[in-house]
């Protein structure tokens, strides 16, 4: 009987309400869509920018559609312009990023894999400050290591390389990885590994056969991570190489910066696309990882 | 040996991480401490000389001008992180259609690199041909938008690009929390006859400080660390109105020779980060041990 009062009143209600509802639908609507422009602004003009030759940037404005597809800068932002000295291009310092990252991304996957590994399934004692001794590393300014990186890679006989820069790569990216397995093994129960060790299985039996095979989406979340964060990086980059060595974002910089001849937005928009699309594709892709690495680890910025 | 080598085999796997992060993480930090103590100029030197750079820096005008635009920068970045961060994410949360396409195009920002964007919006904020010129071609003939080659303004450009890179993280993390409260609670306060704005106001933003801790914590880790989005935007200028600590830091290092400098300022930075960090490390963990 109350309950039958109850949900008549509480349509009545509904019903009055429905007006108001329906404007407030509207507007959360025109809100989201409004932030959304805003969100795609920068990246629309970057597109449209680079498919303008210089004549049309002059005459329309920043939103005005290239009145025909032109790939031109494109093409002089990947490849050049084919005359010799003074000529930048992005293709070189692409395959210097990919040398960089897909090593440094496999060796600080690994490593945090099995420090993850043995931080929850081989616990000692001790283990909790192991822990919160390789996570601080997760928060450091690097303005603080800047220095010594630099006379320890020029001793290293590796600055200005890019083996110099998986190094740098690979140690720094070792407390998030870390940190990732980590939280994801320690949710593995630990009476699988229990009985696993008392079949007679050893330390890397168990983790081949028990852990790994149930690891893919962690895998997945800490590579996308690190393949964004090292693909991503200036600061790194430009203190420990410069020249030939240097990656992607570095050179996309200097490009943009050179003040040798006439400003050309549309090459610059065309070379800032080239630097980013890498990491776009994995985001479109890979979304739900990339967000589940943003939020669980959650420590990093 | 072999049951010793077995004993103490995840020990072993450790090592090179442990031994890494201290090398590299922790020595170097310890070394540049030192170093903030001694007179180095262009090499380092290993005599101590007291607390004379972090005297030289406090009296720097240029840093001065950095720890300013700093504070600036990092009260407006985290104000507008966080209202649009919220916003957004209340506003997801109510069935909208469509949302997956909203939520990607709101964090793709996160993919990009500062270089990248800061790029872009160099392009758009710049006054002859980008913003300024489309009103001004729209009819608004006096339309000014200089914000980028103003000194006063040009800091503020720095903050538009940065809010729009990281607010959908926030957006992202305030989504997540509202979607792990039971729906329980809020079906109980609607009963009640609550509204939707008192749902959110009264009962579900006050359960998401953690949350609010977090980007916080995030946040301002980000704006101490800026580096790339001012090197692509304004390089620090106008003159040095737009310079940052980590700016300050890698110029005093790397072209002007005073290392010593460079490394207090960078005991500066860490300073700061552990101040924030310290106490979110300790609650995160004491939160961890209780559960």
Known sequence: M?????????????????????????????????????????????????????????????????????????????????????????????????????PAVFFSTFIGAMTGYVLTKWRFKGDQWVFLF????????????????????GTLGISNSVVGLVLVHTVYGIPFTTLFFRNYYISVPTELVKAARIDGAGFFKIFFKILLPISAPIIVVTVIWQFTQIWNDFLFGSTFSFGEAAPIQVALNNMVLSSTSVKEYNVDMASAIIAGIPTLIVYVLAGKYFIRGLTSGAVKG | MFKWLEKNLPKIVMAPAVGLIGWFVYGFV????????????????????????YEKLWASRKWLISVDNLLVFTALFLIFCIVIGIILAIFLDQKIRA????????????????????TAWKWILNPTLGIQKMFIDWGFENFTFDWLVNREMAIYTIVIAGVWQSAGFVMALFLAGLRSVEDEIVKAAKIDGAGLFTVYWKILLPMMRPVFFTSFVILVHISIKSYDLIVALTQGGPGISTTMPALFMTQAAFHKSQVGLSAASAMMMFMAVAAVIIPYLYSELRRENAR
């Open chain 1, 134 to 153: 390789l996570l601080f590393g997760c928060f450091i300014p690097f303005q603080a290591i800047l220095l010594p990186m630099a006379r320890t890679l």
């Open chain 1, 2 to 102: 109350q309950d039958n009062l109850q949900s008549s009143s509480y349509k009545e209600l509904e019903q009055k309400s429905k007006y108001t509802n329906m404007f407030l639908r509207w507007f959360l609507y025109f809100v989201l869509i409004l932030f959304a422009s805003y969100f795609i602004f920068p990246l629309y003009v970057m597109v449209v920018t680079s498919l303008k030759t210089m004549e049309e940037i002059r005459q329309g404005t920043l939103l005005t559609w290239p009145s025909s597809l032109n790939f031109d800068s494109w093409l002089v932002a990947w490849g050049g312009r084919g005359y010799g000295a003074g000529d930048t291009f992005l293709r070189p310092y692409f395959w210097n990023s990919i040398k960089m990252v897909v």
């Open chain 2, 99 to 118: 949302e997956g396409v909203l939520r990607t195009i709101y964090l793709y920002p996160m993919a990009l690199s500062f270089i990248v964007t800061g």
């Open chain 2, 30 to 53: 310890l070394w540049t401490l030192y170093i903030s103590f001694t007179n180095s100029k262009i090499l380092p030197k290993y005599e101590l000389w007291g607390f004379g750079q």
